[in-house]
């Protein structure tokens, strides 16, 4: 059954903070008034860059806008990153007892999604309170967040992601989290190719968790868009789940896509086959100075 979508999640974090978030409505600013922008520290350094969904927001300019450690200029397409002397490519960030690289790359990204913190907590959750070892199925599993939630809380582990950089980033962030021995297998390549090979090979999950990301490329070309593509995928994993399942996440970041229709799409595939109920979340931040940032959604199945 499905609950109503709407709650925030609240997202708690010591290593990273948004400062505040806005477009420069001011008169000779090197920035495009177009485009709004988040100003974040990152552990000690603090990092400017694009966010299209700040721009109904003025910024506080009591924070130094002016002088980041790192500021990627312009949009997506341009990706110009301006780096302070002396920054390095690299460093740790952590939260309890999970550590992650980080670093301006492109995209305009920083090789992490902070606001998959509270899905994160949720997955320890549900996997601790399982009494046996439970399988998960991570794809579009990026530089690992969930993968390292669901490692430290005792599952064993599939991550997949098409991008190798991505699949090295998970390893490098296993291994700074002490979690290198967990059982995990890093897989590079298309999430429905894999998905399709583990039907034909019988395997079963109990939790499969996946971020897909609204137009993507696989390692041999090929394309994902998620209007088209997500709902044969969730046929797909509602086969790989094993006869008691626990959960299955999912999250997304595309805009125009709503909370409602990936309710429907698990309730068909999921929730008709297993029971159990299908809720909905708004992923966000909250910067310093007061704002509210959404930053995607997540959609969940959870057993009965």
């Not at 694009?50 to 949009?75: H, M, T």
């Not at 190798?164 to 390549?189: C, G, T, Y």
């Not at 399709?196 to 499969?208: D, F, P, Q, T």
Request: glycine content about 10%; charged content about 25%.
């Amino acid at each position: 059954m499905t609950k109503g979508a709407g709650r925030v999640d609240e997202v708690r974090w010591q290593d990273y903070a948004l400062l505040d978030a806005g477009g420069d409505r001011g008169a000779g600013s090197e920035s495009d008034t177009s485009v709004g922008e988040r100003l974040e520290r990152w552990g000690p350094y603090v990092v400017r860059r694009p966010d299209p969904l700040a721009s109904p927001w003025a910024r506080d300019n009591s924070y130094k806008w002016d002088d980041p450690d790192a500021w990627c200029k312009g949009d997506a397409g341009r990706n110009v990153w301006d780096l302070r002397s002396g920054l390095p490519a690299k460093w740790a960030i952590s939260r309890g007892g999970l550590s992650f690289s980080v670093g301006p790359s492109g995209h305009k990204q920083m090789g992490l999604f902070p606001e998959q913190a509270s899905n994160w907590d949720w997955i320890e959750q549900r996997i601790r309170s399982h009494k046996s070892r439970v399988e998960v199925l991570n794809l579009f599993a990026y530089t690992g967040g969930a993968t390292l939630a669901a490692a430290a809380s005792g599952a064993s582990v599939c991550h997949v992601d098409a991008s190798r950089s991505a699949i090295v980033a998970a390893k490098d962030n296993m291994s700074l989290s002490s979690l290198s021995s967990s059982p995990a297998r890093f897989i590079a390549d298309d999430a429905r190719k894999f998905v399709a090979r583990e039907i034909r090979r019988g395997r079963r999950y109990n939790a499969i968790i996946m971020d897909p990301p609204s137009f993507g490329r696989g390692p041999k070309g090929q394309t994902w868009e998620i209007r088209r593509d997500l709902e044969p995928l969730l046929e797909q994993c509602a086969t790989l789940l094993d006869r008691v399942p626990l959960f299955v996440m999912v999250s997304f970041h595309t805009t125009g896509l709503s909370a409602t229709v990936l309710e429907r799409l698990l309730d068909r595939h999921i929730t008709r086959v297993f029971g159990g109920r299908v809720r909905s979340r708004q992923m966000a931040l909250t910067s310093l100075s007061g704002k509210t940032l959404p930053c995607g959604v997540t959609v969940t199945w959870e057993a009965p």
